[in-house]
Structures are given as structure tokens and as C-alpha cells.
């Protein structure tokens, strides 16, 4: 994986059932079903909004986050 | 799994607390016993209850310990980096191991087998004072944990939780998921995200799509029921 695919929503596709609630509710279209597994299609539309992985009945879907520390100044 | 040449371990193990003032003896004769793994992420080291493989000392990479329900649901016990060692209970007492330990990232590691390590305690005083300080840190680690989900609410753990990740980052998660704290602080991704927006809407935090930014430390540690500083 590379470190551009690490930011995007992770799903797991042994526990993906293809439901296709993920897709339906994605409010930026980045989400599609492949072989009847959800994928990411456009990562770049993605805005991290976290609303496929409270969707997903299968809980397979989840979002990785860096955390980062602001220093002022 | 491959003996390396024992000698070039000697520097490294010094750096750890346990090592750093046993003798020189007793340092090549663990070196000749330590056996060098590798790692991929997602790949486990070793299971509960499995016989003790020894003291396992980490170079690279990070490490979860882990404990399992019967139904699957994971509690994340601790994270190691760099610089940590871990199964230290299991090799003292030859017990079987107390928790499941799975490489979160590619690692690095020896280990001791837990004979060699014993054997090395019952001649060596240094050793035996640094295994005894080591343990002691454990105890209070433990302890902390444990107050931690007694007497504290969820907000004020998650708080905590992200302040330990940025002021250790040696042994910091690199990618930090809903579910990952949540089996961490033994509670559901639900109540993480309301949490999170809580201390979002408080001012300690900040989303900036993949980021997690913390805004206010100070803030965040009130939060956590930390002092100040």
C-alpha cells in the first residue's frame, strides 16, 4: 500500500458483503462496488466525512487517521 | 528466524534498560542466545496461552498486545515501539504468555529465549535490579490502566489516549482507526465518534480530513484529567 492509499477509507473485503449501503449513502460518489465489494473509486473525492463507515452494517469500512500536533508560532 | 552474529548485538542491547549494566559476560552469552525475527504488519508473534518464546526486544517497527472475548471482541492492552521489550512476565515465570502479540507494522526483534534470561538473572545483580525497576513500571502501567477504566469516563480516556500518542511516538500508532481506539479504551467506534466530536466542539482538536490535529495540548490534558503540564 502506498502512504497516498493509507489516508483513504480502508475496506476490508473478507468482511464486505457488497450490501452497497456504503455506496448509497457516500455524499461525494467516491465509493462503487467492484466484484461485488465496495471500493474506493476516487480517492481524491473522498472527503473523509466518516459517514460509510457508520453506515456499514459488516463493520468493514474504516477510516485511518495521523495524528498531528500544532505548535503555535 | 536466523542466529546473527552476537557480537555486532552487544551495543544494541546496551541501550536497553535491563542491559545497561550487566557485565560484559553476561551480555555475550544472552547475545549468543538471542534469535532475530522478522515481521509483516497483521502477522501475529505469538498467541495467549502458547508456551513463552522468552523476552522478545524490539529495534523496528511497532507492536500491539492484545487480548481476545470469546466472541472476538479485541482490548488492546499496550502499543511497543522502538527501544521496548515485552513479554517480560511470560519469560520471568515460563508461564505461558498472557496476551496475543501481533506486529501493527514490518518489524524487527530478538528474542531471548526465557532459560537464558532466567539464567542470566541468577548471576548477574545489575541485571536482576533492572528487571526488578522494569517490572515495577509495568505494575504502575497496569495500575493506571486499570484506573483508567474504572474511574475515568470515556471522554477523559480517549483524551489521555491522544495525548500518550503524541508525546510517544516512538511507540504511537501510525494510523489510528474509530475501532482501534475504541478496543483500546473498551468501549464501542460509536461512542469514540461522539466523544471525538466533543472534544472537537470543546476546541482540542481539529479534523483536517485524514488528520487528527491537536489544537489545544493544555486543553486536552484538562480533558484527561492530567496535570497541566
Redesign the interface.
Known amino acids: 500500500m502506498t502512504e497516498d492509499e493509507?489516508?483513504?477509507p480502508?475496506i476490508d473485503p473478507d468482511i464486505c458483503t457488497g450490501c452497497g449501503e456504503c455506496v448509497i449513502a457516500c455524499p461525494t460518489d467516491a465509493l462503487e462496488l467492484v466484484d461485488d465489494v465496495a471500493a474506493v473509486r476516487e480517492p481524491d473525492a473522498c472527503?473523509?466525512c466518516?459517514v460509510c463507515?457508520?453506515v456499514c452494517p459488516e463493520?468493514a469500512i474504516?477510516?485511518?487517521?495521523?495524528?498531528?500536533?500544532?505548535v503555535d508560532g | 528466524m536466523a542466529i546473527t552474529n552476537h557480537l555486532s548485538l552487544l551495543p544494541f542491547l546496551r541501550q536497553f534498560p535491563y542491559f545497561s549494566f550487566v557485565s560484559e559476560d553476561q551480555l555475550i552469552k544472552l547475545a549468543g542466545q538471542a534469535i532475530h525475527h522478522n515481521f509483516l504488519p497483521g502477522e501475529i508473534i505469538f498467541l495467549e496461552s502458547d508456551e513463552s518464546s522468552g523476552l522478545w526486544i524490539l529495534k523496528k517497527g511497532r507492536v500491539k498486545a492484545f487480548k481476545l472475548s470469546p466472541e472476538g471482541q479485541e482490548y488492546i492492552l499496550r502499543f511497543f515501539g522502538p527501544g521496548d521489550t515485552f513479554n517480560d512476565l511470560a519469560a520471568l515465570d515460563n508461564a505461558p504468555n498472557l496476551a496475543n502479540a501481533m506486529a501493527i507494522t514490518q518489524v524487527e526483534a530478538w528474542v531471548i529465549p526465557s532459560d537464558a534470561f532466567v539464567a542470566a538473572l541468577q548471576e548477574d545483580h545489575e541485571l536482576c535490579l533492572a528487571v526488578i525497576h522494569g517490572l515495577t513500571g509495568r505494575m504502575r502501567n497496569l495500575v493506571d490502566r486499570l484506573e483508567d477504566l474504572a474511574l475515568r469516563p470515556v471522554i477523559a480516556r480517549l483524551a489521555k489516549f491522544l495525548v500518550e500518542q503524541v508525546e510517544n511516538p516512538a511507540s504511537a500508532h501510525p494510523a489510528i482507526t474509530r475501532a482501534l481506539i475504541a478496543s483500546h479504551l473498551a468501549t464501542t467506534p460509536e461512542t469514540i465518534s461522539r466523544s471525538l466530536r466533543t472534544l472537537e466542539k470543546a476546541g482540542a482538536i481539529r479534523f483536517d480530513r485524514h488528520r487528527i490535529m491537536i489544537t489545544d495540548l493544555g486543553l486536552l490534558r484538562h480533558q484527561a484529567q492530567l496535570d497541566p503540564n
Do not use: K, M
Open positions: 493509507t489516508w483513504n480502508q472527503n473523509y466518516g463507515e457508520e463493520g474504516s477510516l485511518p487517521y495521523q495524528l498531528v500536533l500544532v
